[in-house]
């Protein structure tokens, strides 16, 4: 290999080094500054109140995904495989398909804003005709920011890619501290959310050089066909918990809203352990993908399995303990405990079977992929329907564990079937098993301490029966620290934010 060849992998190695610090960084403090953005919102509007927000973002949410037209990854398609010339890739490609989306965005937010009054006479939610007609103005902009990022990210620009919607949840914690101070009520949440998601697309225009620009050239039926792909991908992938709120919201209560959506906001802090695991693996195996190394892949693969299940787990007894009180703090949300605690469950019974579906996309079984998504999609809804009405968000979250269950069993199938690739084995899924138990119990009534220490039996009998795993993780995060470190020090280093 040439100096130019060892020089170039140098230099993407830092950038992933860069990249999977950032992750870790943009995550923690997306988790802290949305966890104090709820905790805000619920002081300034009340229980109902929250829960008729929750709705409010999740409309706005929806519209956005579905404006998309998906655009925005078929930007980082394009970008990342245009020649690196350095600086932003494609640039034409990435301005039409950006003002694209944006304008069938802003037509779908148009419609959202027109039907308030509609769509809360028919929810019975107070206030939200008040909230969606400001909110609505979000969504071009929350597409802007999906488009202008993916186009960063292709570029082999990280910094600013991964840490932008680290940003729009900081503001929106500082938004909506500053209405809750003026006491402006529904107005204020509704004006302070818009403007939060306006502050990443001002962040990343603004730092993107006028050299970057080229003459639009607008989407083709390529693009368009490879965006709906996306679509339905993403929809079934990241719409899951949002269409649970609307259903209860439909079915139950503004309140009922609320407390899930408070209850999912803090079982999702399991779902970092999977964050963290990527950060250290994640350009392991994507090599190893590229190499056609099976065998080598499947051992990356289950050592990710091992360290968000660890994670996991060391999460779950910290919720156990720790998720009452945390509740407390937004008010009268007491009830709302059992439903964290089966949420939790159900993410940690994800994080046992690790991310079979990512594994089947990159060994070339993206459709089955596809279509194992919108299976567990409508899995769920239909036992939403089920349980929601006799037992409201229990049922709701019983729904998700049963959900998540059958999705990972489907999805074991197929990787068996299909690839002949054993993803988990009966005993690597008896400690996160005893784990849901656990906490299936302390949703029960069981004592949270008795539940806390079995969980951290549990965990510890997990680090010593996956300590060969854990070992090269530990050299893997030291290995990316110390790429960060090197990469910061060069005095003309490149492709810095």
Same mark, same amino acid.
């Given at each position: 290999?040439?100096?130019?060849?060892?020089?170039?992998?140098?230099?993407?190695?830092?950038?992933?080094?860069?990249?999977?610090?950032?992750?870790?960084?943009?995550?923690?403090?997306?988790?802290?500054?949305?966890?104090?953005?709820?905790?805000?919102?619920?002081?300034?509007?009340?229980?109902?109140?929250?829960?008729?927000?929750?709705?409010?973002?999740?409309?706005?949410?929806?519209?956005?995904?579905?404006?998309?037209?998906?655009?925005?990854?078929?930007?980082?398609?394009?970008?990342?495989?245009?020649?690196?010339?350095?600086?932003?890739?494609?640039?034409?490609?990435?301005?039409?398909? $950006?003002? +694209?989306?944006?304008? &069938?965005?802003? /037509? #779908? @937010?148009?419609? !959202?804003? %027109?039907?308030? =009054?509609?769509? *809360?006479?028919?929810?019975?939610?107070?206030? $939200?005709? +008040?909230?969606?007609? &400001?909110?609505? /103005? #979000? @969504?071009?902009? !929350?597409? %802007?920011?999906? =488009?202008?990022? *993916?186009?960063?990210?292709?570029?082999?620009?990280?910094?600013?890619?991964?840490?932008?919607?680290?940003?729009?949840?900081?503001?929106?914690?500082?938004?909506?501290?500053?209405?809750?101070?003026?006491?402006?009520?529904?107005?204020?949440?509704?004006?302070?959310?818009?403007?939060?998601?306006?502050?990443?697309?001002?962040?990343?225009?603004?730092?993107?050089?006028?050299?970057?620009?080229?003459?639009?050239?607008?989407?083709?039926?390529?693009?368009?066909?490879?965006?709906?792909?996306?679509?339905?991908?993403?929809?079934?992938?990241?719409?899951?918990?949002?269409?649970?709120?609307?259903?209860?919201?439909?079915?139950?209560?503004?309140?009922?809203?609320?407390?899930?959506?408070?209850?999912?906001?803090?079982?999702?802090?399991?779902?970092?352990?999977?964050?963290?695991?990527?950060?250290?693996?994640?350009?392991?195996?994507?090599?190893?993908?590229?190499?056609?190394?099976?065998?080598?892949?499947?051992?990356?693969?289950?050592?990710?399995?091992?360290?968000?299940?660890?994670?996991?787990?060391?999460?779950?007894?910290?919720?156990?303990?720790?998720?009452?009180?945390?509740?407390?703090?937004?008010?009268?949300?007491?009830?709302?405990?059992?439903?964290?605690?089966?949420?939790?469950?159900?993410?940690?019974?994800?994080?046992?079977?690790?991310?079979?579906?990512?594994?089947?996309?990159?060994?070339?079984?993206?459709?089955?992929?596809?279509?194992?998504?919108?299976?567990?999609?409508?899995?769920?809804?239909?036992?939403?329907?089920?349980?929601?009405?006799?037992?409201?968000?229990?049922?709701?979250?019983?729904?998700?564990?049963?959900?998540?269950?059958?999705?990972?069993?489907?999805?074991?199938?197929?990787?068996?079937?299909?690839?002949?690739?054993?993803?988990?084995?009966?005993?690597?899924?008896?400690?996160?098993?005893?784990?849901?138990?656990?906490?299936?119990?302390?949703?029960?009534?069981?004592?949270?301490?008795?539940?806390?220490?079995?969980?951290?039996?549990?965990?510890?009998?997990?680090?010593?029966?996956?300590?060969?795993?854990?070992?090269?993780?530990?050299?893997?995060?030291?290995?990316?620290?110390?790429?960060?470190?090197?990469?910061?020090?060069?005095?003309?280093?490149?492709?810095?934010?």
């Amino acid at each position: 290999m040439g100096d130019g060849d060892g020089s170039a992998s140098r230099r993407a190695q830092g950038v992933y080094a860069a990249g999977a610090v950032s992750t870790v960084v943009a995550t923690a403090i997306s988790v802290a500054s949305g966890f104090a953005a709820a905790l805000i919102a619920n002081r300034l509007l009340g229980k109902d109140g929250f829960g008729t927000y929750s709705i409010a973002a999740t409309a706005v949410f929806l519209v956005a995904l579905v404006g998309s037209l998906g655009l925005d990854r078929r930007v980082l398609y394009l970008t990342a495989r245009a020649p690196a010339v350095g600086g932003l890739r494609a640039p034409g490609a990435a301005i039409g398909l $950006l003002a +694209t989306a944006v304008l &069938v965005t802003a /037509g #779908g @937010a148009l419609a !959202l804003a %027109a039907g308030a =009054v509609p769509i *809360e006479r028919a929810t019975e939610l107070p206030g $939200l005709a +008040t909230l969606l007609p &400001v909110m609505a /103005g #979000g @969504a071009p902009l !929350l597409v %802007a920011t999906w =488009v202008l990022a *993916e186009w960063r990210r292709g570029s082999m620009l990280m910094g600013h890619a991964i840490l932008a919607p680290a940003a729009s949840e900081a503001a929106r914690a500082l938004f909506l501290l500053g209405a809750l101070t003026a006491a402006a009520g529904l107005p204020g949440a509704a004006v302070a959310s818009t403007a939060a998601l306006a502050v990443p697309v001002v962040w990343l225009v603004l730092s993107t050089p006028l050299g970057a620009l080229g003459r639009a050239r607008m989407p083709g039926r390529a693009d368009l066909a490879y965006g709906l792909r996306m679509v339905l991908g993403r929809a079934t992938k990241e719409s899951a918990n949002r269409l649970d709120l609307l259903i209860i919201a439909a079915l139950g209560s503004a309140a009922a809203v609320a407390e899930y959506a408070v209850a999912s906001r803090i079982a999702m802090l399991l779902v970092t352990a999977q964050l963290v695991s990527a950060a250290a693996l994640g350009p392991r195996m994507a090599a190893l993908d590229v190499a056609g190394d099976r065998d080598a892949l499947a051992v990356e693969y289950r050592t990710a399995r091992h360290v968000a299940t660890v994670l996991g787990l060391l999460g779950a007894a910290a919720i156990v303990m720790m998720g009452l009180p945390v509740l407390r703090l937004f008010g009268d949300y007491a009830g709302a405990y059992p439903v964290l605690l089966i949420l939790s469950a159900a993410f940690l019974l994800d994080l046992a079977f690790g991310p079979g579906i990512l594994l089947l996309g990159m060994l070339g079984r993206a459709g089955a992929a596809l279509w194992l998504r919108v299976f567990g999609l409508a899995t769920l809804i239909g036992l939403d329907l089920a349980l929601i009405p006799a037992l409201g968000t229990i049922g709701a979250s019983v729904a998700a564990l049963i959900a998540m269950g059958v999705l990972n069993a489907a999805v074991w199938i197929a990787a068996r079937w299909l690839e002949r690739m054993v993803l988990v084995g009966p005993r690597d899924l008896l400690a996160p098993a005893l784990g849901v138990a656990l906490l299936i119990a302390a949703a029960a009534g069981t004592s949270p301490a008795l539940c806390t220490a079995g969980l951290g039996l549990v965990t510890a009998g997990t680090v010593w029966r996956a300590r060969q795993s854990l070992v090269p993780v530990a050299a893997a995060m030291l290995t990316v620290a110390r790429g960060v470190f090197r990469r910061g020090r060069e005095p003309n280093g490149r492709d810095r934010d």
